[in-house]
């Protein structure tokens, strides 16, 4: 398994100082791995703080529950997260995130999808978007939810084909992995997972970071994430 991400400044963040408003967390260890991608809405006076803890808080939770002999229980997660956010003291006049995550044991999986993120997903039979960006949640698909009926997010469990590979484009840059009219997975992801098979982790990463410094960043106003999530 490999994971390897770059997070970059958009055009809006000029100064290139201060806090990415992008998040991204991740856990590996003993043929277990969980990745998590949030971005933050920077309107808010607690956006960037509260998309950290959206990445980091459900990378502990996937370590405590789907990495584990348990379950993973979706009712559990969302009560859990809304409780958590309201102890942190994040609520919709403060804060507006997305969040996406996959999890990994063995060769089964679960993801989750909430906002204007989006996901492709490849394997040797071929790539295709595996979630879409939700943009019904207020500006540009951010949200935060204050209870477990206003969280629309979508969740998903496998089993994982041999070469799989999980793309995550959040924010503004999503709309460049995939054709919006067709549905279908851009060019872009076919060389991403070619180089998430070719190259070690490392170096993954920074490929990811060079593309999104020097071309990606030019093409989105607000700060970004790039992620990779790959199974041989």
Same mark, same amino acid.
């Given at each position: 398994?490999k994971?390897?991400?770059?997070?970059?400044?958009g055009?809006?963040?000029?100064?290139?100082?201060?806090?990415?408003?992008? @998040?991204?967390? &991740?856990?590996?260890?003993d043929?277990?791995? $969980? +990745?998590?991608?949030? %971005?933050a #809405?920077?309107?808010?006076? *607690?956006?960037?703080e509260?998309?950290?803890f959206? @990445?980091?808080? &459900?990378?502990?939770?996937?370590?405590?529950? $789907? +990495?584990?002999?348990q %379950?993973? #229980?979706?009712?559990?997660f *969302?009560d859990?997260?809304?409780?958590?956010?309201?102890?942190?003291?994040f609520?919709?006049?403060n804060?507006?995130?997305? +969040?996406?995550?996959?999890?990994?044991?063995?060769?089964?999986y679960?993801?989750?999808?909430?906002?204007?993120g989006?996901?492709?997903?490849?394997?040797?039979?071929?790539?295709?978007?595996?979630?879409f960006?939700?943009?019904?949640e207020?500006?540009?698909?951010?949200?935060?939810p204050?209870?477990?009926?206003?969280m629309?997010m979508?969740?998903?469990?496998?089993v994982?084909?041999?070469?799989?590979c999980?793309?995550?484009a959040?924010?503004?840059i999503?709309r460049?992995?995939?054709?919006?009219?067709s549905?279908?997975?851009a060019?872009?992801?076919v060389?991403?997972?070619q180089w998430?098979?070719?190259?070690?982790?490392?170096?993954?990463?920074?490929?990811l970071?060079?593309?999104?410094?020097?071309?990606?960043?030019?093409?989105s106003?607000?700060?970004?994430?790039l992620a990779?999530?790959?199974?041989?």
């Amino acid at each position: 398994m490999k994971i390897a991400y770059a997070k970059a400044f958009g055009k809006k963040h000029s100064d290139q100082s201060g806090i990415c408003s992008s @998040s991204v967390s &991740s856990y590996k260890e003993d043929g277990s791995a $969980a +990745l998590a991608v949030s %971005d933050a #809405d920077t309107a808010y006076e *607690k956006g960037a703080e509260c998309a950290a803890f959206l @990445s980091q808080w &459900s990378v502990s939770y996937l370590r405590e529950s $789907a +990495l584990k002999d348990q %379950d993973f #229980d979706e009712e559990d997660f *969302k009560d859990r997260l809304i409780m958590a956010l309201n102890e942190n003291g994040f609520t919709k006049s403060n804060s507006a995130a997305d +969040l996406m995550f996959i999890a990994v044991k063995k060769d089964r999986y679960v993801s989750g999808h909430m906002g204007s993120g989006a996901i492709m997903a490849g394997s040797e039979g071929g790539i295709g978007v595996f979630a879409f960006p939700d943009s019904s949640e207020g500006t540009a698909g951010y949200c935060l939810p204050s209870d477990k009926d206003d969280m629309h997010m979508t969740f998903e469990k496998g089993v994982l084909k041999k070469c799989s590979c999980f793309m995550f484009a959040s924010g503004a840059i999503s709309r460049m992995f995939y054709d919006k009219d067709s549905h279908a997975a851009a060019a872009a992801c076919v060389k991403l997972m070619q180089w998430a098979i070719d190259y070690p982790e490392n170096t993954l990463a920074g490929i990811l970071q060079e593309n999104a410094d020097e071309i990606l960043s030019a093409y989105s106003k607000g700060d970004f994430s790039l992620a990779l999530f790959y199974y041989d």
